[in-house]
Nanobody, 128 residues
Framework: QVQLVESGGGLVQPGGSLRLSCEASGFTLHTTTIGWFRQVPGKEREGLSCISTTDSKTWYTEPAKERFTISRDNAKNSVTVELQMINLKPEDTGVYYC???????????????????WGQGTPVTVYS
């Protein structure tokens, strides 16, 4: 069973940066994509950026384009996926979730929320 451990959330002022990290372990051959989602107050959970575990494909949704960058580091028995966020805004405040997908693409995972496993989430607060 895939296990996801997130870290890196916290408090930041507008214009600041944060780097979220997700360590994923317990992969199967069917786990092909890891992604970052968020849920801001009063809204549905939305995809931000997703990345393939087997090649270089990535996908960014509109909220994540230009300010967020996803990267992946494969180890022997785990994968670490990071989301670098810059120029943060108060509307970026929310809970950020790492997720693992089955046999899917980064685009499908991010846009259609094709997720098999969710992490517990890490809060991000952007305040003045």
């Amino acid at each position: 069973q895939v296990q996801l451990v997130e870290s890196g959330g916290g408090l930041v002022q507008p214009g600041g940066s944060l780097r979220l990290s997700c360590e994923a372990s317990g992969f199967t051959l069917h786990t092909t994509t890891i992604g970052w989602f968020r849920q801001v107050p009063g809204k549905e959970r939305e995809g931000l950026s997703c990345i393939s575990t087997t090649d270089s494909k990535t996908w960014y949704t509109e909220p994540a384009k230009e300010r967020f960058t996803i990267s992946r580091d494969n180890a022997k028995n785990s994968v670490t996926v990071e989301l670098q966020m810059i120029n943060l805004k108060p509307e970026d405040t929310g809970v950020y979730y790492c997720a693992a997908g089955g046999i899917t693409t980064p685009q499908a995972m991010c846009v259609l929320k094709a997720v098999d496993t969710w992490g517990q989430g890490t809060p991000v607060t952007v305040y003045s």
